[in-house]
């Protein structure tokens, strides 16, 4: 009885802490119009091409003509959250103008959501200016130039990123604001429905987890120490265990080819000293613009 109790209790409790946060998010949206068309702008401005551009690129032509196909090599890929996307939005075949439309609105959701846990997270009195260098920062990371390249998955990517920023709120909802214990298996939910869509997702996830988890311990008024840090590294794993056991589990089940994506996995396969080198070598050619089929030489100093 008391189990059933408790989790009542939980469930009460979470119910109550979803609608203030709910309420809370809207205030804060609904206050700031002049952010709100700042980022649709500048949306427009990042990426508007690619919502009249009819090129595809990369693997879009076989989501045209034989979706199972690629859905199968999502199986391989370890991707099953692309899948389950693709499903649930029923997205058995490309609509590219379509997909862009939503993939824009997915990326307005996601920078408003991240603007609010930021002025969570760091300072609720920080100057307004501070929300617009966000905004147009991260829409224009040359990381996401290149992601949103491939319209075959812009829009999933983009709403695994959602999820991301998401699991990342309700993690630091239950490690340090001592919210319902609910808000762990929420975060767990977009967690692994993120992972599992993008591998390269952790490292988004594990960014915006340190930087709540050192707002909280520099600006937040709630204790922020060793003991939060250890619960948001146990959830973390948790949830990066539970995705990559599914997507294994998943692959072995459609009998599919899990090759590509394991190859990508070298940290342990090759010497410390050539991972850092290959983490340099990434770096330089994103942020300096030296691959000319995502950047124009203009950016990097090349005629």
Request: positive net charge; hydrophobic residues 50%.
């Amino acid at each position: 009885m008391k189990l059933k109790d408790e989790i009542r209790l939980q469930m009460a409790q979470f119910g109550k802490e979803i609608s203030e946060t709910a309420g809370d998010v809207h205030r804060y949206c609904a206050g700031r119009k002049a952010l709100r068309w700042f980022a649709a702008v500048w949306i427009v401005i990042c990426y508007g091409v690619r919502m009249t551009q009819w090129e595809i690129f990369v693997d879009s032509d076989i989501m045209l003509q034989a979706p199972e196909e690629l859905m199968y090599s999502w199986y391989g890929s370890q991707r099953f959250g692309l899948i389950l996307t693709e499903k649930l939005f029923s997205f058995m075949r490309l609509l590219p103008q379509f997909k862009w439309i939503l993939t824009a609105m997915a990326l307005w959701c996601l920078v408003l959501f991240l603007s609010y846990c930021f002025h969570v997270w760091v300072d609720r009195t920080a100057g307004k200016y501070a929300e617009y260098v966000l905004v147009a920062v991260f829409l224009s990371s040359p990381v996401l130039a290149e992601q949103f390249q491939f319209i075959l998955q812009a829009f999933e990517v983009a709403l695994a990123m959602c999820f991301c920023a998401a699991a990342a709120f309700c993690a630091e909802r239950a490690v340090v604001s001592g919210k319902s214990r609910c808000w762990y298996l929420v975060s767990l939910g977009f967690m692994v429905w993120a992972f599992g869509s993008y591998q390269a997702l952790t490292a988004f996830y594990i960014a915006l987890v340190l930087i709540s988890y050192i707002g909280a311990a520099v600006c937040g008024d709630a204790r922020c120490g060793l003991r939060e840090g250890l619960f948001h590294t146990a959830h973390f794993l948790i949830g990066f265990a539970v995705s990559r056991f599914l997507g294994r589990a998943l692959c072995v089940w459609q009998q599919a080819d899990p090759t590509y994506v394991d190859s990508m996995f070298n940290w342990g396969r090759q010497s410390l000293e050539q991972s850092l080198n290959c983490l340099a070598a990434e770096v330089q050619r994103v942020y300096l613009a030296q691959w000319r089929t995502f950047f124009h030489p203009f950016f990097s100093g090349r005629r």
